[in-house]
DNA sequence: CGTCACAGTATCCGAACGGGTACTACGTGA
DNA sequence: TCACGTAGTACCCGTTCGGATACTGTGACG
């Protein structure tokens, strides 16, 4: 586990449990690299890279790390040359999956919603 | 909607509108603030404080014109002395229920899983 | 010998965030 | 006259985070 997931479970009391979840799922490209896996199952390093918006390799690296340390992918390295790493979920990540969609789910609808209605909704 | 809000919802691809949520809820205390505005109904600026573990004034008066700007709750202000101001949820508010919910069963389990099992858990 | 693919690492930067302390406005009541 | 209570604001600080750029290791290929 991550330094900071152990200290948001330390410091925040039980009445705030979310605060967990967005610890975990909250940076970036995290919940986009947790959809991929479970929509593909295994990827590599580069793979994920292209799937994404190209993100630098610094960033990526680092999410994937801390996705790891938390306990969500398993990374697994193939000795040879040029390098090969893949990613997949483990049985917690997958068990987060639901949670992603949901959080897909009504930022979708957030966003589609201000796109839309920003000042203009007529409710009266 | 605030900036950062905005800032997210046009430079994110559809296939990352999670990231919307995360903007939206991911600040310390707002999980915890939606879910007491869900449970009590309408609630002041020092109940809210005091039923958090005392953030100050600074963090708590930032997290709740935030959540406001974004449209999830609703601040009104009494013209009397000493001042007295109300918040509540707005309707999108409210549609963050069920959300808040899961990220907050999802954090617990997690929170609870590695409370317990870093290392212990025998799997063989 | 140089180049390529792949999966990173090293170093640095600026912005954003949480949080601490001090200060404010204003009517009431001792 | 002074403190009280409420709901803040102003100012500052240290950390964290995302991101840009440059560099690394190594075997195969030409």
Redesign the interface.
């Known amino acids: ?1 991550r330094e900071k ?2 200290r948001v ?1 330390r410091e925040w ?10 610890a ?3 940076g ?2 995290k ?2 690299i947790l ?1 991929l896996l479970a929509e593909h199952g295994v990827l590599r390093f580069g793979e994920l890279g292209r799937l994404l ?1 190209n993100p630098t390799a610094r960033v990526l690296t680092r999410q994937l790390r801390e996705l790891e340390q938390d ?1 969500l992918v398993v990374r697994t390295v193939y000795q040879q040359v040029p390098p090969k790493v893949e990613y997949r979920l483990s049985e ?1 990540g997958e ?2 999956g ?3 969609e ?10 589609a ?3 839309a209605g ?1 000042g203009a909704a007529p409710s009266g």
């Open positions: 586990m997931t152990e479970i009391t039980e009445s705030c449990d979310a605060e967990v979840s967005i975990v799922l909250g970036a490209w919940p986009s959809s918006d306990g917690l068990s987060a639901p949670l992603v949901a959080l897909t789910r009504w930022g979708g609808q957030y966003a919603q201000q796109r920003v």
